[in-house]
């Protein structure tokens, strides 16, 4: 199995940056997406960007050109820098992942994962 540890929410304002990172631990094979998504009360989850092993990138119209997202294989992390933070930026923000996983009987799958989220609190 595989973990996802978010870290990095806060309580902000309009204008300030904030950076999010979240670690995968666990029986990982391969990263094949691994990003950010984002949720406040009342609407769906909803794409923040997401980065692939292959060098893609994907980021949500509301956040092109102020936020960036990282991807470091190596360390099985991925972080997302956001700066010029806007009010409805507020949300809990999600790491998600689609991982190569050992299974304990040794084959491998791909899997979805998802942290418990952290909170984002951007004032006007």
């Known amino acids: 199995q595989v973990q996802l540890a978010e870290s990095g929410g806060g309580f902000l304002r309009a204008g300030d940056s904030l950076r999010l990172s979240c670690v995968a631990t666990?029986?990982?094979?391969?990263?094949?997406?691994m990003g950010w998504h984002r949720q406040v009360p009342g609407k769906q989850r909803e794409l923040v960007a997401v980065?692939?092993?292959?060098?893609?990138?994907r980021a949500s119209d509301s956040v092109k050109g102020r936020f960036t997202i990282f991807l470091d294989e190596s360390k099985n992390t991925v972080s997302l820098q956001m700066n010029s933070l806007k009010s409805e930026d507020t949300a809990v923000y999600y790491c998600?992942?689609?991982?190569?996983?050992?299974?304990?009987?040794?084959?491998?799958?791909?899997?979805?994962?998802w942290g418990v989220g952290t909170q984002v609190t951007v004032s006007s």
């Open positions: 666990g029986s990982i094979v391969r990263i094949n997406t």
């Open positions: 998600y992942a689609n991982i190569m996983t050992e299974m304990s009987e040794g084959w491998q799958m791909p899997r979805d994962y």
């Open positions: 980065h692939t092993s292959g060098g893609m990138t």
